[in-house]
């Protein structure tokens, strides 16, 4: 029997893109859902998010229970979980935009203002960048190296360098993807980086992590 995907719904993602992205990718059974019971009962979860860290944060902690049942699906289960652009943001500890405010804090750390080191970046960071591995914990098969398509303004700074599953540069080095566990997180935009997003959609579906 297909797996049940859970794709969070909370007024703050690109949900049409990413539910056509996971089934281009072959899944059979995707909810999107903002109903906490049907979280509970999902095989793989993913968080999208569009907008500004807070307007994420209180979105996703504004819908009764929901919150309580990713913990207990993600952490205490642990099963397969996707955060996708700011929906990886709020894995941190907190987001400085618009003043701080709290994350989740699965992965700790913070999420800050992409500084311009040089005049001639711009930000936000947007458009196509390579992605490349870094050392992390666990080493997950999920990711590749490749190109994906970036839009952001703010970037996830983990505490600890083994969260870091992948890199960017946009004038100086961007965490592009965190892992921890049955967690990894993308700063890009799978459902908007045509093969290497699908591709990576793909290996989620039949990702086990230990």
């Known amino acids: ?21 996971l089934k281009a990718a072959g899944a059979e059974h995707v909810a999107v859902t903002d109903d906490p019971k049907l979280v509970r009962g999902a095989r793989r979860i993913v968080l999208p998010g569009v907008g500004s860290f807070r307007a994420c944060y209180e979105g996703l902690t504004g819908i009764p229970g929901m919150v309580d049942a990713l913990e207990d699906r993600v952490l205490g289960d642990r099963k397969p979980f996707l955060g996708i652009c700011v929906g990886m943001q709020l894995l941190a500890d907190r987001g400085l935009e618009h003043g701080e405010c709290p994350g989740l804090g699965w992965i700790p750390g913070e999420v ?71 967690i990894v997180g993308v700063q890009f935009h799978p459902e908007k980086s045509q093969t290497f997003g699908i591709d990576l959609m793909r290996r989620f579906l039949d990702w086990k992590p230990v």
Request: aromatic share 8%.
């Open 112 to 182: 800050k203002l992409i500084e311009r080191t040089d005049p001639a970046i711009r930000v936000p960071h947007m458009g196509w960048n390579d992605v490349g591995l870094t050392p992390h914990h666990g080493d997950h098969e999920l990711l590749e190296e490749g190109e994906a398509y970036f839009l952001h303004s703010y970037h996830f700074v983990p505490e600890d360098g083994l969260d870091v599953a992948a890199m960017t540069d946009h004038g100086g080095g961007i965490v592009a993807a965190v892992a921890r566990n049955n």
């Open 1 to 21: 029997m297909a797996e049940a995907i859970a794709l969070i719904d909370y007024g703050a993602g690109n949900l049409h893109s990413v539910y056509n992205a």
